[in-house]
């Protein structure tokens, strides 16, 4: 199927949401963003990100081209100047006198603490860069970062791109399969990686995956990695390959702390984020240094207010994603803001562990995901009510729509009634917050992303790319280039032309269905192709079926995302099991068993985020004539709905026959 197929959005359930909720004049009057800033970016908009790259943005060679869309779609920003990134957000404040502020509370999930200021990074990024360096890498290779949420995380992604080494950082919770795919698709020639981390309050091993990850396997050679660095966190035993593996520890103690940053050009590949789409093959996104740091920095400021004198900033993301990217690493440190790091879960070990480091750090500003805040509203709101949390003043939400019930829960019990909440909708392809309400500027809607940020284009357009009236629905695209915009798809220019902008004619197309109101606000409503939303973290059906199928005892599998009141979406896949093994899913103990199996198979192929909920044993799956799945029947049966309109299935009886077989399934284990 190709990867820019769609299907129409569904525009049944329109929200009929009226609250707003104007900033208070005291905010407004002490805010970052005014309401010039919608003008300025009106009146120029290449003068107006000129603007914001030379006051945000430190350059060792000024840039005197904004934009050159000449190769469009692949855009150059800010092309003849030259920067670095690490210069940027930590020399250059240390520079400035600010060398004792803390630049990190890191809080460790058994409770040990560590304060990093803006000196401590400098001389540990140099060391860590002086490191790399010693270990081979040079400009432009490619260093895979595979680590728990630790200060060494920040640190090596920030030596990297100190020495012009494109990073691209795996999330822990990957498995080994995939670490290895995305390893061998940047030809990565290092790795950092740590013998473990804490999570729910045991330590659990990272080092093994990497092992296993770059070992020849299958006829497949050893991947490209000549070194893999490790953090010691856990101090757990780990096998060790001698010439190979370094500890990080001993690597940084032998290394100068001098380090002179290398300017780069402003394209120069700051990193690459595997993300999933639509096909099996998870695409390595793109993004360069110039443009990506100006936007990064440019919307950390407005969109939160930050004042890096007097706020205490924590985005809850992992830096396997690339809200910590944007706003943990290179948004937040160009602008010189201390953060709390947090490496564990938000219930160990309790409920209320985020609201305690809340009060503890006196954080102001909190940007979180909408499945957490679902998950605090079914814990009950005693607990965050335990907690002093009148130092927040504004809340961002980020990965997925925000039901208006849990937009109110959040601005009533953590935000006080006053905190104002930015609902930010991005992607790892936009590399930063494209719409979103600005504090102390916009009257918020519960649910609502609502308006394009000073500078950035949006629309909702028809099928026909024609922009919708207010009041109605379509897709949403970006209608010109943005600075933090990816620059490809790694090693695969035409995937990137095929996926987002072959959809529609010079529009960018972000796979999202959304609607304008009545006022031109616009509500995202979702993806609109085969990318699924649990947790805010983006999973891929194809991906999921092709690791499904990659087990024995599979013929044929389809996954749906079925809605979920806490994650967004929960997997649900529907398998074929082979003629030999068809026996297996007719009894319950059977198919349990079944779905135990391919869960865990799942979990080795991609990770134990992409383990499906519900697996169900069927004998037919239901198909268009010309062979197409048709999720949507497949969605209506895993939400326990009455199944819709099968009258263009091949064989109509095949959704009596699932239904028939369903009554005795039962979900899989929570994890
Ligand atoms: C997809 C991008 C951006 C960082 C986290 C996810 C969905 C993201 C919102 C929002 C509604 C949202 C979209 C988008 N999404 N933010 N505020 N409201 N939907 O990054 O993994 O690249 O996923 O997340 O569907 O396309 P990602």
Redesign the pocket.
């Known amino acids: 199927m190709p990867e820019n197929e769609t299907t129409a959005p569904s525009l049944e359930n329109l929200l009929h949401e009226t609250r707003a909720f104007p900033p208070s004049p005291a905010f407004a009057a002490q805010a970052n963003a005014q309401p010039e800033l919608y003008e300025a970016a009106e009146a120029d908009r290449l003068e107006f990100w000129a603007q914001q790259a030379r006051e945000l943005v430190t350059w060792s060679t000024p840039f005197t081209q904004t934009l050159d869309w000449s190769g469009a779609p692949v855009a150059k920003w800010f092309a003849d100047g030259k920067l670095n990134a690490a210069y940027n957000a930590v020399d250059r404040h240390v520079e400035a006198g600010l060398g004792d502020r803390v630049a990190l509370h890191f809080e460790g999930e058994p409770g040990d603490t560590r304060t990093v200021t803006y000196a401590d990074l400098q001389q540990e990024v140099s060391r860590a860069a002086n490191a790399l360096t010693s270990l081979g890498v040079e400009k432009g290779d490619r260093v895979v970062i595979y680590l728990p949420m630790l200060v060494e995380s920040v640190v090596a992604m920030l030596a990297c791109a100190r020495i012009g080494a494109p990073h691209s950082v795996v999330f822990g919770g990957f498995s080994a399969d995939a670490l290895r795919s995305r390893i061998a698709d940047a030809e990565a020639k290092l790795v950092v990686t740590a013998d473990g981390g804490y999570r729910r309050g045991a330590p659990s091993a990272l080092k093994p995956a990497v092992d296993e990850a770059i070992a020849p396997k299958d006829g497949e050679p050893a991947t490209t990695v000549e070194h893999v660095l490790v953090v010691r966190r856990t101090g757990q035993d780990v096998a060790w390959t001698e010439g190979r593996d370094v500890w990080w520890h001993e690597a940084l103690e032998a290394a100068d702390t001098f380090h002179e940053p290398v300017a780069v050009d402003a394209e120069h590949p700051l990193f690459i984020l595997y ?1 999933s789409g639509t096909t099996g093959k998870p695409k390595g996104i793109l993004h360069t240094t110039g443009g990506y740091l100006t936007q990064a920095a440019y919307t950390h400021k407005n969109v939160f207010d930050l004042k890096a004198e007097t706020d205490v900033y924590w985005c809850t993301a992992d830096i396997g ?3 910590g990217h944007t706003y943990v690493v290179y948004g937040p440190l160009t602008n010189g803001a201390t953060q709390v790091l947090y490496e564990g879960t938000p219930d160990t070990p309790h409920r209320g562990r985020w609201w305690e480091l809340v009060e503890k750090y006196k954080v102001s500003i909190l940007y979180t995901a909408p499945t957490a805040i679902r998950t605090c509203m079914k814990w009950g709101e005693d607990i965050p009510a335990g907690f002093d949390l009148s130092s927040l003043r504004v809340l961002g ?6 039901n208006p019930e849990a937009w109110m829960w959040y601005r009533r019990v953590i935000g006080g009634d006053t905190a104002p909440i930015v ?7 936009t590399g930063a917050i494209m719409i979103s309400p600005l504090p102390g500027v916009t009257a918020t809607k519960p649910g609502s ?1 609502q308006v394009a940020l000073p500078g950035i284009v949006a629309d909702v357009v028809d099928d026909e790319a024609h922009s919708v009236p207010d009041g109605g629905g379509g897709y949403l695209v970006l209608s010109e280039p943005w600075p933090a915009m990816l620059r490809g798809i790694w090693g695969d220019l035409q995937r990137f032309k095929d996926t987002y902008w072959s959809r529609f004619e010079g529009l960018y197309f ?3 269905g959304a609607k304008k109101d009545e006022d031109g606000d616009i509500w ?1 409503l ?2 609109v192709d085969d990318v699924m ?1 649990v947790s ?3 999973l891929s059906t194809t991906e999921i079926e092709s690791a499904l199928v990659s087990h024995d005892i599979v013929a044929e599998a389809a996954v749906v995302g079925a809605n979920d009141e806490t994650t967004g979406q929960a997997v649900v896949a529907f398998v074929i099991l082979r003629g030999e093994h068809a026996d297996r899913g007719a009894t319950p103990e059977g198919a349990a068993q079944v779905q135990e199996e391919l869960r865990a198979h799942v979990a080795k192929e991609i990770g134990p985020i992409a383990k499906p909920r519900r697996i169900l044993v069927v004998a037919e799956l239901p198909k268009t004539r010309s062979g197409k799945i048709m999720r949507r029947l497949l969605r209506d049966v895993a939400e326990n709905r009455t199944v819709g309109d099968a009258t263009t299935l091949a064989d109509s009886s095949v959704m009596d026959l699932i239904a028939a077989g369903l009554s005795s399934a039962k979900p899989g284990s929570e994890d």
């Open positions: 993300t994603w690339v809200t939400s980020v990965g997925e729509p925000i609902d930010t909708w991005w992607q790892t392809e992303a972000a796979g999202d995202l979702g993806r939303n805010g973290h983006r």
